[in-house]
C-alpha cells in the first residue's frame, strides 16, 4: 500500500514525453515550488515549459525527484527556498506551520498560496488560507494565486474555460511579478486587489454550476408537478374508476407526456421576463429605473431557462421516437386489429386525425429545430462570432418564433380535445390546456407590444427618452435607425 501511495496522479511519461522541458538556459528566471505533490509536478512541468529554472522543496527528495520533469531540480526544502524571490506554497493548510522553520530564509520573498479549501474548511475559518500564511510569515509577501486551475489543466495547458487566474495580493510589484509569470504561462491574470479578496478566490473552486442552480431547480419543480397531474389523470383515474392498470405507463407514456409540458413552460418562462420589464418600462416611463432584484435575476437566467427547454424537448424528441418500440404499443396494435376484423370493418382512416398528426409533428420539428439552433448559438464560441444585432435576432426574434412554432404544435396536438367532456378526467382538464397559459399570455403581450403607439413609446424609451421630459428626445424619421434599439 505505501508503495501505492508514491504513484503520482499524473504519470512522469507525460511529464518527460516532452524534449523541451529536458533543459533550460542558466540565465532563466528562478522559481522555488515547496512541496511535490501532483501541483507541484504539474507547476513546475508548465514552468519549466515556459522557460523558468524551477527547484522545489521537499522533505524527502530522493524519493520524488524522479517524478519532476529532469529540467526541475528537486533538494531539501531550505536549499530551495534559498535563491529563488517567488516561492510557491503547493502544500496543504494544515501544513502551513511545520513550514515556520523556514522564516529566516522566506524572508522579503513573494510566498504565491495556491491552496484550495474544502467547503467545510471554508465555513469554518473566518481567514483564508493565503491570510493565515500571511500571518504565519509576516516578513514576506503573500500573493493569492492559480488556485482556480487544477493540476491536470496545469499539465494539459490551459483552455478556453478556465484560462482566467485570479491574483490578489497587498503589494502591487508581487502581484504584478505573478501576474507576468502566469501570462508567460499562458493563462491570463486577473487582478482582485488586496489580499482581503482571497476568502472570495478560494470560494471560486468551490461552486458547483451557480447559475444553473435556480432554473434546475424551477424545470424540477415544474416537472414534479406536471408528472404528479399527469398520474392523477392517466394513471389513477382509470384504476378508480374504471379498474384499469396502467401502472405501466409511469417510466415512459407519463414522462414523455410530462416533458414537452416543461419545455414548453420553460420555454416561455424565457420570454416573459422581457414583457414584464416592457411593461415596467411603458408604466414608470424610463428606463433609468432598476428593475425589482427578483426580476433582475430572472432575466440574467434566460439562457440557462432555454437550455433546459431545449434539454426536456430533445429529451421528449427521443421518447417518442421509442414509444413505438414498446410491447405496449405492439399489443394495442394487435387488439386494435382484432377489434377491426370482429367489427368486419376493412379500412380503418380518420381524414381529420391523419392531418392533425402530420401537421402536429411537423411543427414540433421546427419547433425543436429553431430551439436547437438557439442553444448552439447559444455556445460561446458562437455567440463570440455573432454581431450583437445577429446574436440578438437569433435569440429574441428566432426564438419567439420557437415559442410559436411550440404554441401551434400544441393547439394542433389539442385539437378539439379541450372542448370535449370525456377529456376531463377527475373534472382536470387535459394538461395542454394548462401549459398554454403562459405562454398565450407571452404571445398576446408581445403582439401587443407590436401595435405602433406602444412600441414606438418603448423604442423612445429604450433609447433614452423619459416622460417626466429630463431628456427631451426625438425618435430619427429613418425606421430602420429606431429599430436598431436594444430590446430586453
Ligand atoms: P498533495 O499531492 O497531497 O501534495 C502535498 C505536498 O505537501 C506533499 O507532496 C508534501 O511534499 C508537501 N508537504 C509539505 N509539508 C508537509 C507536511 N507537513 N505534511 C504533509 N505534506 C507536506 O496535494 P496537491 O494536490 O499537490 O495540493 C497541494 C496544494 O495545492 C493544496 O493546498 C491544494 O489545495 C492546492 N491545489 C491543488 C490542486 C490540484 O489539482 N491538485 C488544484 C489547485 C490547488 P513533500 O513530502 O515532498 O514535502
Redesign the pocket.
Known sequence: MPEEMDK??ISLHLVDSDSSLAKVPDEAPKVGI?????????LATRLVGSGFKVV??????K??AGLFPSAAQVTF?EEAVSSPEVIF???????YS??CSLSDQLAGKILV?????TEQEHLQHRES?AEYLASLFPTCTVVKA?????????QAGPRDGNRQVPICGDQPEARRAVSEMALAMGFMPVDMGSLASAREVEAM?LRLLPAWKVPTLLALGLFVCFYAYNFVRDVLQPYVQESQNKFFKLPVSVVNTTLPCVAYVLLSLVYLPGVLAAALQLRRGTKYQRFPDWLDHWLQHRKQIGLLSFFCAALHALYSFCLPLRRAHRYDLVNLAVKQVLANKSHLWVEEEVWRMEIYLSLGVLALGTLSLLAVTSLPSIANSLNWREFSFVQSSLGFVALVLSTLHTLTYGWTRAFEESRYKFYLPPTFTLTLLVPCVVILAKALFLLPCISRRLARIRRGWERDGTIKFTLPTDHALAEKTSHV
Open positions: 503520482p496522479l515547496l512541496g511535490s505533490g501532483d501541483f507541484a509536478r504539474s522545489v522543496g521537499s522533505r524527502n527528495p524519493r520524488t526544502q506554497v503547493a502544500v496543504f493548510r494544515e501544513h511545520s513550514l498560496d495556491v491552496s484550495n479549501p488560507n492559480f488556485n482556480v486551475i487544477s493540476a491536470w489543466t496545469l473552486p
